[in-house]
């Protein structure tokens, strides 16, 4: 069965598709938001998608072969410029980030996303570059590891774990993991029993090691470059550190620039970037029925209000 994204009507309905547009999805991932995109399209529409997992890649590779409109390549988003540029396209008229890590990715224990299954302890994104979670692990220094734990994870037994790492790691290498799982785990003197005591932890490295905040900082401010007047950025979050970010980054773009109160700015410099449109939309008990992963989901809309 193919996999369903999450708040996909949502986010199709926010996107306001035209039939002959041209629309980005910064997080191709398996294809589930683009194919959506390319069925409401006419033949002069057109949808470029973005990834840096080869695999994904791979399956937009397929895609772009059996629908000319479509077209896929292998970057992060936020080098979404640089790749329109390669493209020859200047702005779009829609864009679409589903942010972090996507199901296949968590559901291939070879990844290393996720505790629930043994694995290599990698987490990135794209496995061709930068350095993997063992990697780090072993060369990190205590007062790092707790930083990385507090500052992305918020985990707040973070110099505890940080300190059980370092111990563990000078008896064997820390290279799965069901063997990191478990060293968080012990060290946690209290647990929620409502959730895994490594879940904090993992997504903090996992943040951290594929520098997802960043990126998501980049992303949005190159997608309000590129989105024609009347445009809409559709963006996906699915925890919390991701959408105060995301809810900030459009506050921001939504309010006139600041400037001297005094001195009133022209009124051609003083017209914001942005609209938000409407309130953050989170999955209803239908979808949250089918599928538990929609339970953090928070979508946010913004439109593109004038030429740069």
């Given at each position: 069965?193919?996999?369903i994204p999450?708040?996909?009507h ?7 598709i ?10 191709f991932g398996r294809?589930?938001h683009s ?12 949808v470029?998608?973005?990834d840096?997992d080869?695999?994904?890649v791979?399956?937009g590779?397929?895609l ?5 409109r479509?077209?896929?390549?292998h ?8 790749a ?6 200047g702005?779009v ?7 972090g890590?996507?199901?296949p990715q968590?559901?291939?224990?070879a990844?290393?996303f996720?505790?629930?299954a043994d ?23 205590a ?14 037994f973070s110099r505890?774990i940080?300190?059980?790492i ?7 290498p820390?290279?799965?993991t ?18 895994h005591?490594a879940?904090?932890a993992?997504q903090?490295?996992?943040l951290f090691i594929n520098?997802e ?5 980049q992303?949005?401010s190159?997608a309000?470059?590129?989105?024609e ?6 963006v996906?979050?699915f925890h919390?550190?991701e959408?105060r970010?995301?809810?900030r980054?459009?506050?921001d773009a939504?309010r006139?620039?600041?400037g ?11 017209q914001?970037?942005?609209k ?9 008990p239908?979808?949250?029925?089918k ?7 928070v979508?946010?809309?913004a439109?593109?209000t004038?030429?740069a």
């Amino acid at each position: 069965m193919s996999h369903i994204p999450v708040l996909l009507h949502e986010a199709l309905t926010a996107l306001c598709i035209q039939g002959d547009g041209i629309y980005l999805d910064c997080t191709f991932g398996r294809g589930g938001h683009s194919k959506a995109m390319l069925a409401e399209l006419g033949q002069s529409g057109r949808v470029i998608g973005l990834d840096r997992d080869p695999s994904a890649v791979v399956v937009g590779e397929e895609l772009g072969a059996a629908d000319p409109r479509f077209h896929i390549v292998h970057t992060a988003f936020s080098a979404l410029e640089s790749a329109l540029d390669q493209l020859g396209i200047g702005r779009v008229h829609g864009i679409l980030m589903d942010l972090g890590v996507s199901s296949p990715q968590l559901d291939d224990a070879a990844r290393g996303f996720s505790f629930q299954a043994d694995g290599p302890l990698d987490m990135r994104m794209d496995p061709t570059h930068g350095e993997s979670a063992a990697a780090w692990i072993a060369r990190a220094e205590a007062d790092e590891i707790a930083h990385v734990l507090w500052v992305f994870g918020e985990e707040r037994f973070s110099r505890r774990i940080a300190r059980a790492i370092v111990e563990a790691r000078v008896l064997e290498p820390i290279v799965t993991t069901s063997q990191l799982g478990r060293i968080i785990a012990n060290a946690q003197p209290k647990r929620d029993p409502n959730k895994h005591p490594a879940t904090r932890a993992f997504q903090a490295i996992r943040l951290f090691i594929n520098g997802e905040l960043s990126e998501v900082e980049q992303g949005l401010s190159a997608a309000v470059n590129r989105l024609e007047v009347g445009g809409r950025l559709v963006v996906i979050s699915f925890h919390s550190l991701e959408d105060r970010l995301v809810k900030r980054a459009l506050r921001d773009a939504s309010r006139p620039p600041q400037g001297d109160p005094r001195m009133p700015l022209p009124e051609t410099v003083a017209q914001p970037k942005l609209k938000l449109i409407g309130k953050a939309i989170k999955a209803g008990p239908d979808e949250l029925s089918k599928n538990p992963r929609a339970r953090s989901a928070v979508l946010r809309i913004a439109e593109r209000t004038e030429a740069a």
